[in-house]
């Protein structure tokens, strides 16, 4: 489906996947770019690995893989501050390797661009390169947002792991956030996942506004159950995500309390597990059994089922990019209560969504009982407008078009002679 230019595009980023996150993120732009005409070479640190099928059957796509054997419960990743360390070594240093392949890439045909996916700094881009060929940069987060909540949440962070694990993540974060102020000026335009996202990027990193669009990500309905089916008995209020630093955790707990309180009918199911730095699961042996239960994680192939059994999803978060599980939720026909932190509910229509200010436990209590009556009143209109918004803004279609047309304007705007703003 060539809708316009078709563009010689490297990609950079990790490893695409089948089943959400921000690998299925990485197949679903793939996937998308390629049906619009463009070809893309890409560069990823893994050694190799299995790949979708829908990737593997097109002819666009070229796969270069990486020198980075890293593996699970070998001496240096059995313990989480072990497995963050060398991860990011091993995935630095396999990124470094793959630069001279690139280099010898362009000299054969060259690269209309490089489109560097999910981090903002990388060791892959060649500096050969970096005034004949613009950069995007398309981040899932950034260092600095991390790091002011992860200080932020210092003393909840302390109750569920060493303080020694704090002190060499804050140093890492700290490292990473001043690398990333100064890789993010080399890019010629910054594809940011929401306009909160990009408010955070231009005032933390001063990057120039006027080279950022906001494009939502992609999430595919058809991964999920039919949306038409009955309340839960008693509903299902799901809190879906890691249990970690920013996620409002501890507003999860006294959400729960306040509903215990008010004896609103409902079941308040938290589901997912740590990151490699943060844990906050001891917070959650506060939740009232009454009405709420942690269930731990669950693989992501599970995830579409645990949407449809469920009638209300919850993002509490205090800093959140964008939040997959928002959008992934609406395509399973659950309505939303989310913080206006949250990226993933801009544009996202009021009937089938609520936005409330992060810290505000009342008021997604509120909500949460608010939108199950709605639900109870009239479930099929409910699912259906939630399904639909989830079709009208991150169908994979609609995202890439959106990226290909800025992309190509990049190429072949009256600009596109400016690589980068600022220095390497």
Known sequence: MSTGKSLRIAWLGPAPGEDGGVAGVGTDLLSGLVKRGHRIDCFFPSAGQPLPVRLEEEESLKFIWG????????????????????GLFARGLAFVRLRQEIVRRHAQEPYDLIYQFSNIETLAVPSSLGHDVPLVIHPETHMAGELRWLVAERRLAL???ARYVFVVVAAIMSARTLVQRIKIRRASLLICLSSVFRDHLVRDYGFPRDATIVVANP????????ADRPIGSPPTVLVLGRVSARKGI?????????LLERNVDVRLRVVGGPSLWSDYTKLLEDLPAEIAEYAGPIPPSEIPAELGRSDVLLQASKYEPFALTVAEALAAGVPVVATTEVGAIEGVDGSVLTA??????????????ALLDRVRTSPDETRSKARAEAERLFAPDVVCAQISAALEQLVDGPASGRRGHGPA
Do not use: H
Not at 68 to 80: D, G, H, L, P, V
Not at 251 to 258: E, F, H, P, Q, T
Not at 356 to 369: H, N, S
């Open 250 to 258: 501890e507003d999860v707990v006294s959400v729960a309390r306040a």
């Open 219 to 226: 999430v595919r309905p058809e991964r999920f159950p039919n």
């Open 356 to 369: 409330v200010e992060p810290g505000d436990v009342a008021g997604m209590a509120t909500a949460i009982a």
């Open 67 to 86: 020198t980075n054997i890293w593996q699970w419960n070998r001496w240096y990743s059995r313990a989480k501050i072990a497995a963050l360390v060398t």
């Open 159 to 161: 109750r569920s792991q």
